[in-house]
């Protein structure tokens, strides 16, 4: 039997995609997108058995807010958060929060569907792959935990973070291209491979997030170029 459900995310084309994909299987999706700031009210509003929740930034203050007040005032609603790989703070702050699950954004959709299942069914709904991340760095501690710059630059490959420097400098994929001597179309890709593993929709988002972490002055740093003539 199908799943009552609304997908939220402030990407609508990521909400709308996932929300076909879930229609298909069966399942019926109530709404396919909303901005972050009207998540909650619309949620509440519609009651689903079941809500998938995306987030950009599970680690930022207030990220889960929107579960506090779904919870809050329609407490049997599922909330499973959809959001990139977080660190042990963010799975636990979002099942603090009131959230049944957790799952990342690459996930594929059968993953994405047992979640919803469990939620429904009142289990919690993470990845044991993802579980166990957290325990083995709850365990055994980076020297510095927290450092969130110095674990997305991790992520990246050289060439990923030279592209994100250029697109935090502003660079169109025309100027990327020309500047690493690579075809648009490549540097086009490394482009949304940045995005894909920084778990953001836009260049803006990526530059902003990289600015937010320290990630742009560790990758400056690390990584020194000459800029080619403009």
Do not use: W
């Not at 995310?9 to 069966?26: T, V």
């Not at 919870?71 to 799975?91: C, E, F, N, T, Y």
């Not at 990342?104 to 469990?118: N, S, T």
């Not at 953001?200 to 902003?208: N, P, T, Y």
């Amino acid at each position: 039997m199908g799943v009552r459900l609304m997908v939220v995310d402030d990407h609508r084309l990521l909400a709308e995609a996932l929300a076909s994909a879930l229609k298909l299987r069966g399942h019926r999706v109530l709404a396919a997108a909303a901005p972050a700031a009207g998540a909650a009210e619309l949620v509440v509003s519609r009651a689903p058995e079941v809500c998938l929740l995306g987030t950009a930034t599970p680690a930022e203050p207030g990220a889960f807010d929107p579960v506090v007040r779904i919870k809050r005032d329609r407490p049997q609603v599922a909330v499973v958060v959809l959001g990139p790989v977080p660190s042990p703070r963010g799975i636990a702050a979002a099942f603090a929060a009131g959230a049944s699950g957790y799952v990342r954004h690459d996930e594929r959709i059968e993953g994405v569907e047992r979640a919803i299942m469990k939620a429904r069914a009142g289990e919690a709904a993470v990845a044991p792959q993802l579980l166990q991340g957290a325990f083995t760095e709850l365990l055994n501690p980076a020297a510095t935990p927290d450092d969130e710059g110095q674990r997305l630059l991790r992520m990246l490959t050289p060439r990923e973070v030279e592209v994100l420097v250029r697109v935090a400098e502003g660079e169109d994929t025309r100027l990327i291209a020309a500047g690493m001597g690579i075809a648009p179309s490549t540097a086009r890709t490394h482009v949304q491979r940045v995005l894909m593993k920084l778990g953001v929709g836009s260049r803006l988002e990526a530059a902003a997030l990289a600015a937010r972490t320290g990630l742009l002055d560790r990758a400056t740093a690390g990584h020194p170029r000459v800029p080619h003539p403009r």
